[in-house]
């Protein structure tokens, strides 16, 4: 009873991965079949602003026999920063989560034409039409355009393509007007989903601000936080942990897998600490 996972053997869960329908390089297919190459058996898709793969996935996991959430990953404007707010168990067809997300799919469509024009100005041509071709069809993110830009020889990867380019602060970063933090916890109620804040200690926020933000996403109605979220040290985990149970907070664990080879593996997380709650355990099995 004491790691919180204590109904049977534990599932290794993976509640945060990108395919191909948003900035991931592996298709829906190919991302289920990985996972479970990796020994993961409960498996979210959590594409940023978008429900387009689930139907692939779903499919693909049956053939592969593990389970799949049916996810997304909402971008959020909260006082002049980005949050991304993960929506598991949603119901992709439902009204206001289809509505919400096309709206930031306009959102997308406009910070990209933006962002290629800033690109533009710096002496860098083609981005628009380059990043669209990295998305496959797709509206282009950021991380299209890093690729892009890596491919041109603008930039020697995509960590530097962000420093240069994209980030905060970087000479053609564009901010966009996402959702409100209650518009997206409202889409992912609606859609019978549980909200979970993603990867918290990327914020960049003091201990203080964090503590803020964590009260503000509960009393705003948000479920759980991820305690595990890709690479992170055992200082941070433990610090999560502790929020989460202090904030009364589910918890959740996922890698934010985008590709093979470049940072964090499918399923490759550590355990949920002591005393946490996991988010998939009220979940049918
Ligand atoms: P977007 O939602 O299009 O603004 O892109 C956000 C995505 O860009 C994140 O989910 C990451 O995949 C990627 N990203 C953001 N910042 C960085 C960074 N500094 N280095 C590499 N990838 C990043
Ligand atoms: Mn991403
Ligand atoms: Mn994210
Ligand atoms: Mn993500």
Redesign the pocket.
């Known amino acids: 009873m004491e790691n919180g996972e204590d109904s049977g053997r534990a599932p290794c869960a993976d509640l945060h991965a990108h395919s191909t329908c948003s900035?991931g390089v592996l298709s829906p297919t190919a991302l289920v079949r990985r996972a479970a190459e990796q020994g993961v058996d409960l498996l979210a898709i959590t594409d940023?602003d978008t429900t387009g793969g689930i139907a692939e996935a779903r499919e693909a996991a049956v053939a592969a026999g593990l389970r799949l959430v049916p996810g997304v990953e909402i971008?959020v404007s909260w006082q002049g920063q980005v949050l991304h707010v993960l929506g598991l168990g949603v119901d992709p067809a439902s009204r206001p989560l289809c509505e919400g997300l096309e709206a930031l799919a306009r959102v997308?469509v406009e910070r990209a034409e933006r962002l290629a024009r800033k690109l533009e100005q710096a002496g860098i041509a083609g981005s628009l039409a380059g990043a669209r071709a990295q998305a496959g069809g797709g509206v282009p993110?950021?991380?299209h355009f890093?690729r892009f830009l890596v491919e041109r020889g603008h930039a020697r990867d995509?960590?530097r393509a962000?420093?240069r380019y994209l980030?905060r602060g970087a000479s053609c970063y564009v901010p966009?007007q996402w959702a409100e933090l209650d518009e997206a916890l409202g889409w992912i109620a609606a859609a019978g989903g549980r909200s979970v804040l993603a990867h918290p200690a990327r914020y960049r926020l003091t201990g203080s601000a964090l503590k803020r933000l964590l009260a503000t996403f509960r009393d705003a109605g948000g479920e759980g936080m991820e305690v595990i979220s890709g690479p992170q040290t055992a200082d941070v985990t433990a610090t999560l942990a502790k929020h989460a149970r202090e904030f009364g907070l589910l918890a959740s664990r996922g890698s934010d897998f985008?590709e093979p080879g470049a940072g964090p593996e499918l399923g490759r997380l550590p355990p949920l600490p002591a005393g946490c709650t996991p988010v998939w355990r009220e979940w049918p099995s």
């Open positions: 900035d940023h971008s997308r993110g950021r991380n890093a995509l960590r962000f420093k980030a966009g985008h």
